[in-house]
T-cell receptor
Framework: AQKITQTQPGMFVQEKEAVTLDCTYD???????LFWYKQPSSGEMIFLIY??????QNATEGRYSLNFQKARKSANLVISASQLGDSAMYFC?????????????FGQGTILTVHP | EPEVTQTPSHQVTQMGQEVILRCVPI?????FYWYRQILGQKVEFLVS????????KSEIFDDQFSVERPDGSNFTLKIRSTKLEDSAMYFC?????????FGQGTRLTVV
């Protein structure tokens, strides 16, 4: 079974500062993908960034980067130059290949609050 | 930009009633899913659907739930006899290969 753990229920950051949201995972599969989603107060789930288990480079998408440390089974999300609009719930999720293709297992989420 | 569309955005129903939640996945996607999020909690997988059949379902997806792809575009989740504990946000998602794209969700309130 797969498991995702997000140990930070809430995080606070000053506008324009960088913030790291932690995510650790557990799986026995060698092939898997790691995802981060943003959920604003309006409720929708917005895809942010993806990292494949065989990708050698850390994924980056604009102000988002994923700090992937395979040996430590961690996939932390780094948001640079935080903006007020970044205040939201952030979920880390994992998909393994070879089972139900595409099923995502989610962590508990981290609420990020950006202060002006 | 293509997106997953869900209707209605909010539904209130009486306990014991049947509800149908509707989704239009992204047109070239092959895999479809329903997830549920009880208020303030994490997102939970319900069911995945591929090639016109269920490919996996969770223990939450019991006999009161069913899914259907009645035509080439819609994907529905039916809850036969709703219970109070079915109150949640229900998300439809679709994917082609990698990332899953989510709809905006249907907030179901059972009273």
């Amino acid at each position: 079974a797969q498991k995702i753990t997000q140990t930070q229920p809430g995080m606070f950051v000053q506008e324009k500062e960088a913030v790291t949201l932690d995510c650790t995972y557990d799986t026995s599969d060698q092939s898997y993908g790691l995802f981060w989603y943003k959920q604003p107060s309006s409720g929708e789930m917005i895809f942010l960034i993806y990292q494949g288990s065989y990708d050698e480079q850390n994924a980056t998408e604009g102000r988002y980067s994923l700090n992937f440390q395979k040996a430590r089974k961690s996939a932390n999300l780094v948001i640079s130059a935080s903006q007020l609009g970044d205040s939201a719930m952030y979920f880390c999720a994992m998909r393994v290949r070879g089972t139900s293709y595409g099923k995502l297992t989610f962590g508990q989420g981290t609420i990020l609050t950006v202060h002006p | 930009e293509p997106e997953v569309t869900q209707t209605p955005s909010h539904q209130v129903t009486q306990m014991g009633q049947e509800v149908i939640l509707r989704c239009v996945p992204i047109s070239n996607h092959l895999y479809f899913y329903w997830y549920r999020q009880i208020l303030g909690q994490k997102v939970e997988f319900l069911v995945s659907f591929y090639n016109n059949e269920i490919s996996e379902k969770s223990e939450i997806f019991d006999d009161q739930f069913s899914v259907e792809r009645p035509d080439g575009s819609n994907f529905t989740l039916k809850i036969r006899s709703t219970k109070l504990e079915d109150s949640a946000m229900y998300f439809c998602a679709s994917s082609e290969v990698l990332e899953a794209f989510f709809g905006q969700g249907t907030r179901l309130t059972v009273v």
